[in-house]
Each structure stands twice: as structure tokens, then as C-alpha cells.
């Protein structure tokens, strides 16, 4: 059984039902049938009052599940329309002996055309996880359709249109209310566009034997708050600033103080035990006003940064920078250093217009930027994020947080993780400095790279949560410093 934080690829999903339903005999018709009930029970569960019942079914086993699950509504009594794609008939054994049941019930099917008619619940059954295309004709007239209507939507294992593996939606998808999953979580419905149409998520995970996941492996970790006792567990009693590490920050050029401000205060908030600022003249005293406990120096050009470096555990390098030669210098300087790296923002722009392999860094590119380090289009980054954040990480040897809805985080070798918070109200500017600062603060205080880029990307995120608790609209970046901190101390909340 799989850990309920494991996220799969379509093909080990199909791997698994294949080998679950060759132990089941039958065919896998038990498996079916699981899916099936267990679909009817989380309809009861959110809809309990629910009497008129619509089913929309495609001709594979996913409208099999739709079958059974309509089936048991009519035997308990409700009103049921069963809405089959014109022309595309049950074409699996399994799906046929669904629909013979339903019919031999008391149930019938009716072709859609054109029109829905009123239910108190749709459920969506008409393409399961190997459907990465977008719909067209019938079918994305029947999603259309079924999109108009005002009662909820029950989609089972993936809204019909969206990408399970990639998270993108290339057509028509339904507007799912809920998603059950079945057996596992499908890694796409948890990042990008795919976020728009899930709904909330839910899992029947089904009764399968042991043997069933022989050689089937997660592709990516679900990282929630949970996650946060082990990454910061309390601090020993007779601590010093020492061993909570130095981080320097490098950034802030004319006009832009403001962002390496928001990335030093987040260091400080997350746990850093000191912090430097490098900036240029101009910032020195408004920093100094608004962040006292940070060391700030005045950077006019490359030749003082070296003794900042000759203290420092880790630099982030990006907040503010810009371009032109100021930035360079401090730019190239820092990546001479040796350091552990954290970098963002033009950095990140920077390194695309020289690409290279790193040593000990940790990228922290927006899809915008992404598109630059590979080299590509933006679309393109958004229309398979794991994929990107993949070749990211493999392009220049490093870890990689890709962020946007459903943050990915990469590193060679490792196992895929997906941040599970965050909402749309910390799409501002500015929201990238503290992740910046909060990263390279965890990094500073022993972490790995790949666990102080996931740990980092997740405290960013959960503060974000707690600050928009009065509405996203307006949210500002410095909003998320009170709850980070209270989050990045897990054991006062328990």
C-alpha cells in the first residue's frame, strides 16, 4: 500500500491496476466494483440529500466506475440518467458487464444530445487517466454542457480533460467539485492549471493485495505542514547565533532596495542566526531603519565583497539585482566563492545567458524564468511542470524549486516533491524575495539543499495560507513574516 503522501504517473497507476486485477481474477471486475461502491459512498457522504442523480460516461472502464456507481443510486431508490457519448458504446469487457448490470437493474442510457437535463449531482465518468488530449466534437461539447450546469460535480480518479500526469489542461475539462481518486493520487491534478478544475481532492485507495505493487514506485512526495517537525525540530537549550548560520544576501540595486529588504527579514524570521546585506549605498540607511538586526554594507563595486563572503554560509544572490555591470560583478564574484547558493531573480537571468552546471546551488525560478534556463517558452514550462522542473535540475546540477500553483521541487536523482499549500493571493511581486531568504536561511542552518529548498518552499507557502485568511486579493509579501515565524517553530503549535 502506497504512503497517502505518494504521488503516481499514469503508468504506474496502470501498472498497478494491471497487476491488481490479474490477482483479482474476473478480469478485475472486483476492482470495478470497489471503485465503483466506493464512488456511491463518497457521493452519500457529500451530497447525502442528493435524489436526482446525472452520469456522464465515456466507453472505457473509467465509465465502467460511472456504471457500477449508478447502479447502486438507482437501487436506493434515487433518479438516475446514465448520458453515454453518441456513438461510443461500452468497449471494454469490464465497462460492458458495468453497463449490462445498470440495465438489467432497471437503468437506461440515453446518447447525449446537446442538452442536460437537471440533477442535484452530475458525476463525470467519461475519460480516465490515459486521456491527454484535448477533447473535441461531442465530447467537449458534452464537457461544455455538463461545465453550464449549477448542480456540483463528482469527477472519478481525474476531471475529464486534464492531464494526470502533467497537470495541464490542452482543451475542454470539467469543473470538477470533488475528485475521488482511486487506488493512488495522480501526481497532475496537484500542480498547474489542473488546480483550477480538481476541486477538492479525495482517495479511495480500494483493497488491493501486496503483491499488486511489485515494481510500482512513487513518482513524487506530497509535502504538507506535516512535514515540518522533523525539518525543525527545537533548538538546544544552551544554543548560539553561531549555529544557526550567517547568510549574506547580494541584491537591491537602484529602485529595488525593497526586495532584498523582504529576502534579509525573511532569513531573520525563518531562523537565521546572522545576517548580512550587500546593496548598494543608496539602501544602507533605509535598511539600517528597517531591519536594525541585519549587518548592511555598501557595495559600490565587487572589491568589498569578498570579506562579506569570508563570513558567510550561504548567499542568496538575486532580490533586486538587475543587469547591468553593478550586477555582473557582484554576480560573478559570488559564484566564485564556493558557497552554497541560493539564487533567484536576475541571478537566475544572469546564469541563463551564460547556462552551466552549479555546485551546491539551489534555483528558484518562476515559470518566466524557467523558460529562459531551458531555453524555451513559457507555455511550454507550464504545460509539463514536473517535466520541466526535471530538466532543470538535470540542465544545470541543481535543486530546483519551480514555483508557481503546486510548487515542484527537483534535484538529481531524487524523488520529485510537491509543495501541497500556497494560494493564489501570493501572486505579487515580491513573494519570490522572501523565498528566496527563507530557503537560504534553512540552508544556513545545516539542512540539505534539496531539504532546506522543499522545507523553505513549504514554510513560504503555509504562511502564505495563514496570512490570506482575510481574503487573497491584496495580500502583500510582508503579510507572511508574522506566521512564518510562529510556523517555523513547529513545536509551539502542537
Avoid at 466506493?38 to 435524489?51: F, S
Avoid at 447502479?71 to 458495468?98: D, I
Avoid at 539542512?447 to 490570506?468: E, I, K, N, R
Amino acid at each position: 500500500m502506497a504512503n497517502l503522501a505518494d504521488l503516481f504517473d499514469s503508468r504506474a497507476a496502470r501498472t498497478l491496476d494491471a497487476q491488481a486485477s490479474a490477482l483479482a481474477g474476473e478480469g478485475g471486475w472486483g476492482l470495478m466494483a470497489q471503485a465503483g461502491q466506493a464512488a456511491w459512498q463518497c457521493l452519500l457522504q457529500h451530497w447525502p440529500q442528493a435524489r436526482r442523480l446525472g452520469v456522464v460516461v465515456g466507453s472505457g472502464n473509467n465509465g465502467g466506475d460511472g456504471y457500477v456507481l449508478a447502479r447502486h443510486a438507482l437501487q436506493a431508490g434515487l433518479q438516475v440518467q446514465v448520458v453515454a457519448l453518441p456513438g461510443s458504446p461500452p468497449s471494454t469487457a469490464l465497462a460492458q458487464r458495468a453497463a449490462t448490470d445498470f440495465r438489467s437493474a432497471g437503468g437506461t442510457v440515453a446518447d447525449f444530445n446537446g442538452e442536460l437535463a437537471q440533477a442535484d449531482v452530475w458525476v463525470d465518468a467519461l475519460f480516465g487517466l490515459g486521456f491527454a488530449r484535448a477533447p473535441g466534437g461531442a465530447a467537449q461539447a458534452l464537457i461544455e454542457a455538463l461545465n453550464a450546469q449549477q448542480a456540483p460535480v463528482l469527477a472519478l480518479d481525474v476531471p475529464s480533460g486534464v492531464d494526470a500526469d502533467r497537470g495541464c489542461v490542452p482543451g475542454a475539462a470539467v469543473r470538477a467539485t470533488l475528485t475521488l481518486q482511486f487506488i493512488v493520487a495522480h501526481r497532475g491534478l496537484y500542480t498547474g492549471d489542473a488546480l483550477e478544475y480538481t476541486g477538492r481532492r479525495q482517495l479511495a485507495p480500494l483493497t488491493l493485495p501486496d503483491e499488486a505493487w511489485q515494481g510500482v514506485v512513487a513518482d513524487a512526495e506530497c509535502w504538507t505542514q506535516s512535514r515540518l517537525p522533523d525539518l525543525l525540530p527545537p533548538r538546544r537549550a544552551n544554543s548560539h547565533k553561531g549555529e544557526s548560520g550567517h547568510v549574506l544576501c547580494v541584491g537591491g540595486n537602484h529602485g529595488s532596495g525593497g526586495a532584498i529588504a523582504m529576502a534579509a527579514e525573511a532569513a531573520l524570521r525563518a531562523g537565521a542566526g546572522l545576517l548580512s546585506i550587500g546593496t548598494r549605498q543608496d539602501h544602507v540607511g533605509p535598511l539600517l531603519a528597517r531591519l536594525p538586526e541585519a549587518m548592511t554594507h555598501a557595495l559600490e563595486d565587487g572589491a568589498a565583497l569578498p570579506a562579506l563572503l569570508a563570513k558567510a554560509k550561504v548567499v542568496a544572490i538575486g532580490p533586486g539585482l538587475g543587469q547591468d555591470e553593478w550586477a555582473r560583478a557582484l554576480y560573478a564574484r559570488v559564484l566564485q566563492s564556493g558557497l552554497p547558493l541560493v539564487i533567484d531573480a536576475d541571478a537566475l537571468n544572469l546564469l541563463a545567458q551564460d547556462a552551466h552546471a552549479m555546485t551546491d546551488a539551489i534555483l528558484t525560478p518562476h515559470p518566466g524564468e524557467a523558460a529562459r534556463l531551458l531555453e524555451t517558452t513559457t507555455a511550454a514550462i507550464q504545460a509539463d511542470r514536473y517535466g520541466s522542473a526535471q530538466a532543470l535540475a538535470g540542465r544545470y546540477h541543481a535543486v530546483v524549486v519551480l514555483k508557481g500553483a503546486g510548487s515542484i521541487v527537483a534535484a538529481p536523482g531524487r524523488t520529485l516533491r510537491l509543495i501541497a499549500a500556497g494560494n493564489p493571493g501570493m501572486a505579487v511581486g515580491g513573494m519570490g524575495d522572501l523565498l528566496t531568504g527563507i530557503i537560504a536561511s534553512l540552508r544556513a542552518q545545516g539542512l540539505s539543499a534539496f531539504d532546506a529548498a522543499a522545507g523553505g518552499a513549504l514554510l513560504h507557502a503555509l504562511a502564505g495560507d495563514v496570512a490570506a485568511a482575510d481574503g487573497a486579493r491584496g495580500l502583500l509579501p510582508t503579510d507572511l513574516l508574522a506566521p512564518l515565524r510562529r510556523l517555523a517553530n513547529p513545536e509551539c503549535s502542537r
